[in-house]
């Protein structure tokens, strides 16, 4: 157990703060429920943005910018929109030493802003698709924040695309969906559900919401990304039309889609353990450290020196590598904060090594020791980065079988989550009366519908009536 | 001339919002003084932040994010910087509909939140430099704004460092006026003037704001990027003291830096003509386009094959070529959208074209036309674009020689401002009072004191005063 860090058995909410503060991901701010992203934690944002912009480029997307103040009464166009977020707006009401005329909102979500413009955009069938995406912050007034999870300010993507047709919108509303599975799994190393939301949890202005959900290292649920279809929702609150070919006045089909820096959090709370956070290699902003071990000087000066030569050697193969050279710690202190941080492999250069011609490497995941020649190093760190990304993903795709359970009935079903958490499959009669007893008695909430094949004839576990198909239930973040 | 733009020569401001639009680079949003930046404006920014954030992190540099949402007070607890931007705060009063206890300002840049934080961060010795960048949207209340140039919320990158000594900041000051100057020069073709802000000029809260200066196609001066050196102001003003070696408590010295979307508009004035904007090959989102040439069905099918076929090799290349396949106009309306957007290099690709295996091109810059086999087309391609961007900054080198003027008194100063404009270099007494009376007079400030070693003795051109050197002046953005 690392220094001045809970252990996760006893207490794992005071864990996870503990590291993402002590790991230098984020820290408070001044501002209440506002957060500091730190140079660590904005080096592992900008690894995932990169990952997904690359992904939304080859998707045919590119990238836009919408202005951040927003006026209130655009707000109000969209009537499930307004409902959803009226209660969690920030409003600017003086600007340059005078009070305005109309009241400005902080983006909270910028489907109206956007929608306002396309308005403009768009004018026939040949001006659709538009495909845009934008990186930016989002501001939502929250009561109970966590750092990464929940915050007033946060960073995000949204997607905003405009179709022609619902079957094209829908069809972009599920490519984006396997986007974020294929990112979460292949990047993050976390594998995710793919599912609808509920009428009670869809996006306010959505048709219909899809959602990835991941399970957390405490068994329970995180929502990692949502897909929404907005059918002509926002085309109808902001009088967007086309042309079509045949020359009718149409309106446009929508969808819009994010992801933000609570995916830093998901990742800690996914692969983390007593010891800190263990960072998928694919976007760990160190991949390996090199720490050299000396006692004497003249070990110093040789085993320092060696370290920036395969430091060097490595960096110039593409990896992100770091040499700890820094005189005033021990080495197995640095191994501690390497480990907080969660580099998933660390090597030790020392005196016998450098006779050796060889490295000594200690995988963070599993501890796993091992020694290796520093000639063909680059093959062999490639090797065990691959190897700690697989691992890292099946070790959590076995987590989440062991803590999935298929449930029967009421008395299980409260059983389950009580004693063993975890996603729960089981019976409901699809209503959203059900939906809010259930949550009320035990907290628990739909997190999603799956989207798989997985259809029987049963009863509801709460109310009794029948049901077509199970739903996956969780206590969530 | 393009349609719908104005002549340069006949309404220079008019031509610049025409090309902004009709170029799709920005669009005006529903909130006065916001703008939208669209996906080819954005493209372009985006190769402009990477080059910057490339060699920010050559220079050791590394990124943070800090919120947006500063408390009020904190604009008040350094002297100079709550007089500089209180009258463009933007003030959110409410929040999650309540009204806040202590209002809070959108950050018109973040000082005072950034040096809130390095209190809490800076111990000792130890934890000196902090080199840390931020990419951030700002918001300034600006009365009169333009496109690019000036607009109420807009996207820059400021750097804060933190440092030991008074030397080593000044140093780091220095350092990132020198990477603004390499990334102006550089990578959008677009000479600049080293200099020193006067007291009047520099920015809210430093000692000393360095600066870089060009100059745009109306003769008019634009400030490229600031560089300040802050000394100890924001130090003091937030406590940030750290333990030197000696064990002294000593107060932290410091820098920032920034540039910001406004280079946008920097490049669209350097470069454009009358027929739109000329992007440098560096920066440019397209690169080059290929635009089919057919009249018959069959021709237009082996033509827009082979001009897929020949983008792909471009691509594969790391071009950034784009293929203008639409069937739905003609060639020559192309050329003018093509032109219109500033692309660098057109290739056109028609039936003889295809018997012979070349392709035709045309530069953007001088129109200069030529044919090149399609055997050894990337490298061909990749001259004809370093040409290019040796060809735009030569050119702009040689407008500024051609625009920069000598003048001995003050009424070659207002005969030169009135009828020539451009760079104007005279001496100048060194009181604000003078340089006050000669802007009311003449609307001319000067831009820069140069970091050059032009000293001569002379007298002032308004008061007669004695002066040791010239300094910079010009009607400006």
Redesign the interface.
């Known amino acids: 157990m690392a220094e001045g860090i809970a252990k996760q058995s006893e207490d794992y909410s005071r864990w996870y703060t503990d590291v993402v503060l002590k790991a230098e991901l984020a820290?408070y701010?001044?501002?209440k429920g506002?957060?500091?992203?730190?140079?660590y934690g904005?080096?592992l944002?900008?690894n995932m943005r990169d990952k997904l912009d690359q992904r939304f480029k080859e998707t045919g997307h590119?990238?836009?910018?919408?202005?951040?103040?927003?006026?209130e009464s655009?707000m109000h166009k969209e009537a499930e929109h307004v409902e959803g977020f009226?209660?969690?707006?920030?409003?600017?009401?003086?600007?340059?030493?005078k009070k305005l005329e109309e009241?400005?909102v902080?983006r909270p979500t910028s489907e109206t802003?956007i929608w306002?413009?396309y308005r403009?955009?768009i004018q026939s069938h040949?001006d659709l698709p538009i495909l845009?995406n934008q990186w930016?912050?989002v501001?939502r007034?929250?009561?109970r924040t966590r750092l990464f999870l929940r915050t007033?300010?946060f960073?995000w993507q949204e997607g905003h695309t405009a179709h022609a047709t619902a079957e094209e919108a829908e069809e972009e509303t599920r490519r984006m969906l396997d986007v974020y599975v294929d990112f979460a799994e292949t990047e993050m190393a976390v594998p995710v559900i793919k599912g609808i939301k509920t009428e009670r949890e869809k996006f306010a202005g959505a048709v219909r919401t899809y959602c990835i959900e991941s399970l957390m290292g405490d068994k329970k649920a995180l929502q990692a990304g949502t897909s929404h279809d907005l059918g002509q929702n926002f085309a109808k609150a902001f009088d967007v039309t086309y042309q079509s070919e045949t020359g009718q006045r149409e309106f446009v089909w929508a969808t819009s889609w994010g992801v933000s820096t609570r995916l830093v959090g998901a990742l800690v709370m996914a692969h983390g353990d007593d010891d800190g956070i263990i960072m998928p290699p694919r976007l760990a902003p160190i991949q390996t450290v090199i720490v050299p071990i000396y006692k004497k000087d003249d070990e110093r000066t040789a085993t320092v020196a060696e370290a920036h030569r395969v430091g060097k050697i490595l960096k110039d193969a593409g990896i992100r590598a770091h040499v700890d050279d820094r005189d005033?710690f021990k080495p197995g202190w640095k191994y501690a904060e390497w480990e907080l941080k969660g580099v998933p492999l660390r090597l030790e250069i020392g005196p016998k090594d450098l006779e050796k011609k060889s490295v000594f490497s200690a995988r963070r995941d599993i501890r796993e020791k091992m020694g290796f020649p520093v000639d063909g190093i680059v093959d062999a760190v490639n090797d065990r980065l691959e190897t700690i990304q697989k691992a890292l993903f099946d070790k959590a795709v076995q987590f989440r079988a062991d803590n999935t359970h298929r449930v029967e009935d009421w008395n299980q079903f409260k059983d389950v989550l009580e004693n063993k958490g975890g996603f729960l499959y089981a019976h409901w009669d699809g209503s959203t009366e059900t939906e809010e007893a259930i949550q009320e008695e035990t907290k628990a909430t739909i997190r999603a519908i799956p989207l798989d094949d997985d259809f029987e004839d049963g009863v509801c576990v709460f109310s009794g009536k029948p049901s077509k198909r199970r739903v996956l239930f969780a206590k969530a973040y």
Not at 34 to 39: D, F, G, K, L, Q
Not at 62 to 71: D, R, T
Not at 87 to 97: F, Q, R, S
């Open positions: 820290d701010s001044p501002v506002s957060m500091v992203i730190r140079p904005y080096g944002w900008e590119v990238n836009a910018y919408f202005p951040m103040l927003i006026p655009f009226s209660p969690e707006l920030a409003v600017v009401t003086h600007g340059g030493g009241p400005l902080l802003i306002d413009m403009k955009w040949r845009i930016a912050n501001i007034w929250e009561m007033t300010e960073l005033n």
